[in-house]
């Protein structure tokens, strides 16, 4: 146990529809970072929060966005869903942004 | 850009055989290399890393060297057991040059071991 939960653990939509996806980091950590992982793209990094702050993008769509909370939980929306937008989302965090960086168990997100 | 490329699997080896993944990568300065595992319906676990030229990785009798002048981060293990079998990631980590510290990963090879 990494200690950074993710909910929900399965979500399944139909195209065109808007989720959001939930991260809590570690304890004491201030940096979240975003993944994708599919069968065709692999891992990608997506956008990286620090301690409110959104610090860097990756290969995030327009459709996308995020925001991290003064709890330091953050939220991924996806909107206007398409089928290729099916894959298991996990977040990272990490006390800094050179820190370790560990993993939560992933949502696995499919669009119908 | 930066980059990293392993080898295909999926890799089928039987219990107690000598494992290698290949793991290349392309990046300025001087990037960190890691090798993480995903074990089925799991997230990903930090298996190992190293931060400069030399250095070696080590844990859970699997170890990786960081060969800068073949920019490798090569994956071994002696003897393999079935509880090894899962994807194995490759990944490097650029901390200057605006990076912000996110992963760059390579696409997994899967292992599988057989009793």
């Known amino acids: 146990d990494s200690g950074v939960t993710q909910t929900p653990k399965h979500l399944i939509t139909a195209t065109g529809q808007r989720v959001t996806l939930r991260c809590s980091p570690r304890s004491g950590d201030l940096s979240v970072y975003w993944y994708q992982q599919s069968l065709d793209q692999g891992l990608q990094f997506l956008i990286h929060y620090y301690n409110g702050e959104e610090r860097a993008k990756g290969n995030i769509l327009e459709r996308f966005s995020a925001q991290q909370f003064p709890d330091l939980h953050s939220e991924l929306n996806l909107s206007s869903l398409e089928l290729g937008d099916s894959a298991l989302y996990f977040c990272?965090?990490?006390?800094?942004?050179?820190?370790?960086?560990?993993f939560g168990p992933g949502t696995r997100l499919t669009v119908t | 850009g930066n980059s990293v490329t392993q080898m295909e699997g999926p890799v089928t080896l039987s219990e107690e055989a000598f494992l290698t993944i290949n793991c290349t990568y392309t990046?300025?300065?001087?990037?960190?290399l890691f090798w993480y595992v995903q074990y089925p319906g799991e997230g990903l676990q930090l298996l190992l890393k190293a931060t400069k030229a030399d250095d070696k990785g080590s844990n859970k009798g699997f170890e990786a060297t960081y060969r800068k002048e073949t920019t490798s981060f090569h994956l071994e293990k002696g003897s393999v057991q079935v509880s090894d079998s899962a994807v194995y990631f490759c990944a490097l980590r650029r901390l200057y040059g605006g990076s912000q510290g996110n992963l760059i990963f390579g696409k997994g090879t899967k292992l599988s071991v057989k009793p």
């Open positions: 990272a965090s990490s006390v800094g942004w050179k820190d370790e960086q560990y």
């Open positions: 990046a300025t300065g001087y990037p960190s």
